[in-house]
């Protein structure tokens, strides 16, 4: 195989497209899978159009191609990583290297995914990916970028705006500056508060230093700050169920601090220990599991009989539509993936749950983390993402997949979302 750009210096060239011998292209949309595996082993990775051997011809020992006629997907992967015989295949996976170094890596790179070549089906389920609170929080920076006059200074953004890389780069790119603490933040300047809110201290601090505030906090999450206050000026202990260290449960808790309990076990409601019995309430973090929160409140229930709880659920309804929606479709797939960061609780939830129904499930950050061996052998895969994950990110994934055979996509919808939060009117029209 010859290569139609320019080499990079070492490393390994992924094909985004392979010009064919009679002059037509195969399109290869499976490249960010191989440029992910390369990268999780350190090779450092480019793209370009490489040209096919022609037909007859073996690739050459530092090239590797793989056509993917229409038919594909049933051979052996010694078959499919034969030169082609089909003139001109839909779709290929190729790779080049002058790298003597990074060849191996290339090599089984490629025929690790060639193992993944098959026609499959994707569930889709829905909803999943933004909810009203991560568009609006993101909507927030983004009229804040607009609107902030051209010697102003950067907008800051205290925290990540929503638990999401993606989307905390992009802002990045348009001038939106993270910060973890309000210290790092000129006096004076631009400061918006994430959609995971924040404690009263918090709001002190900025309002001492003359920051001006945006507050992005999805009004979802004010909902449950309000109940802490409400619960703790009556008398009761605020029993609050939650993740520790996460942003939304560390401000939460700094509504009432001297009256709050945070657990987050069965267990940890067998070791509590309140002032008075007979009142206590509790309140929940918005993006728990829905069944084990139940454990969780029904635990809380026969040791305090007179627990009293928020009017209604504070898992919202976004958390609790993305796990009913993959509940739907979770026994039905070989595997679940994901897409959401790390730090997303919703979206690790998402991953629980489906362990939890018996199915292997992966958290991808993007089209890059899956590995090959996850989906070798899945026919069905479902697809979801959570709140604070771009839908373009599962669009990306369908896209690649794509590039290992004919896919077929279903999407399962169990709820239809209609919900709208207006900006804070410090960026209103
Ligand atoms: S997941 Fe729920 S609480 Fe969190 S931002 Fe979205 S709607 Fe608001």
Redo the contacts with the bound molecule.
């Keep these: 195989m010859s290569v139609s750009a320019p080499m990079a210096d070492g490393g390994v060239v992924v094909a985004e497209q392979v010009r064919l011998p009679d002059g037509s292209r195969a399109e290869c949309p499976a490249a960010p899978l191989l440029a992910g595996s390369l990268q999780r082993e350190e090779v450092p990775v480019g793209s370009a159009v490489l040209a096919a051997p022609p037909p007859g011809q073996e690739a050459t020992a530092q090239a590797l191609w793989l056509p993917l006629p229409a038919d594909n997907g049933n051979g052996a992967p010694a078959e499919r990583t034969a030169p082609a015989e089909a003139p001109s295949p839909t779709a290929a996976l190729a790779l080049a290297t002058a790298d003597a170094a990074a060849l191996p890596t290339a090599r089984s790179t490629l025929t690790a995914w060639a193992m993944a070549v098959r026609p499959r089906t994707v569930l889709l389920a829905a909803p999943r990916s933004f909810?009203?609170?991560?568009e609006r929080?993101i909507e927030v920076v983004e009229r804040a970028l607009a609107r902030r006059p051209p010697d102003s200074g950067p907008v800051y953004v205290r925290k990540q705006i929503?638990h999401n890389k993606h989307v905390v780069r992009r802002l990045e790119e348009r001038g939106a500056v993270f910060v973890d603490e309000l210290d790092q933040v000129p006096r004076g300047a631009m400061v918006v508060f994430s959609?995971h809110g924040v404690s009263p201290q918090v709001r002190q601090e900025a309002e001492a230093r003359g920051l001006k505030v945006i507050d992005a906090t999805?009004p979802?999450?004010t909902k449950v700050h309000h109940e802490a206050l409400r619960f703790a000026r009556r008398g009761d202990t605020v029993v609050l169920i939650g993740h520790a260290g996460h942003e939304e449960i560390e401000g939460t808790l700094g509504e009432a601090p001297e009256r709050t309990v945070l657990v987050e076990t069965p267990q940890d409601v067998a070791d509590l220990e309140v002032e008075d019995p007979e009142r206590v309430s509790y309140l929940t973090q918005?993006?728990l599991a829905m069944e084990e929160t139940t454990q969780i409140i029904a635990a809380l229930k026969k040791r305090f009989p007179s627990l009293r709880g928020p009017g209604s659920e504070d898992i919202?309804?976004?958390?609790t539509n993305r796990q009913h929606a993959l509940e739907a479709i979770a026994r039905q797939v070989d595997v679940v993936l994901v897409v959401g960061s790390g730090n997303s609780s919703?979206s690790m939830r998402l991953v629980e749950l489906a362990g939890r129904a018996g199915v292997p499930a992966h958290l991808i950050d993007g089209v890059g983390d899956i590995e090959p061996h996850w989906i070798a052998d899945a026919h069905r895969i479902g697809l979801t993402a959570g709140?604070s994950a771009p839908p373009a990110l599962v669009d990306e994934v369908v896209a690649a997949l794509g590039g290992l055979g004919p896919v077929q996509v279903h999407e399962h919808r169990t709820a239809v979302e209609d919900v709208y939060f207006a900006p804070p009117k410090e960026v209103r029209a």
């Design positions: 909810c009203a609170g991560v929080a929503v959609a999805c979802l999450v918005t993006t919202c309804y976004a958390t919703n709140a």
